[in-house]
């Protein structure tokens, strides 16, 4: 098992950035691939990015291909999410999962409580 605890969030200006850190806790970090999802007011919870437990591969979701980076340090126990060129539509609770079968989804079974971002335009 493992828990998770985002930190980063705030408000930005609209072309700004912010990092989201996801810290883990538990010796087996390192087993879990992980993922950042988000979920805006009304909305259902959506994908944004993805990393394999080696950190070797990475997915995106096509609405912030090219603005957000998906890494991790698995010394640390973190994971982390480099946004850049922020837009209001990415407004919203951003979450950490962890998932120990694989890429991270939004039925991995652990997650964090969420980190605000809002983006003023």
């Known amino acids: 098992q493992v828990q998770l605890v985002e930190y980063g969030g705030g408000l930005v200006q609209a072309g700004g950035s912010l990092r989201l850190s996801c810290a883990a806790s538990g010796r087996t970090f390192r087993n879990y691939g992980m993922g950042w999802f988000r979920q805006a007011p009304g909305k259902d919870r959506e994908f944004v990015a993805a990393?394999?437990?080696?950190?070797?591969?990475?997915r995106y979701a096509d609405s912030v291909k090219g603005r957000f980076t998906i890494s991790r340090d698995n010394a640390a126990n973190t994971v982390y999410l480099q946004m850049n060129s922020l837009k209001p539509e990415d407004t919203a609770v951003y979450y950490c999962a962890a998932d120990p079968w694989g890429i991270a989804t939004t039925s991995s079974p652990y997650w964090g409580r969420g980190t605000q971002v809002t983006v003023s335009s």
């Open positions: 990393i394999t437990s080696s950190g070797g591969s990475t």
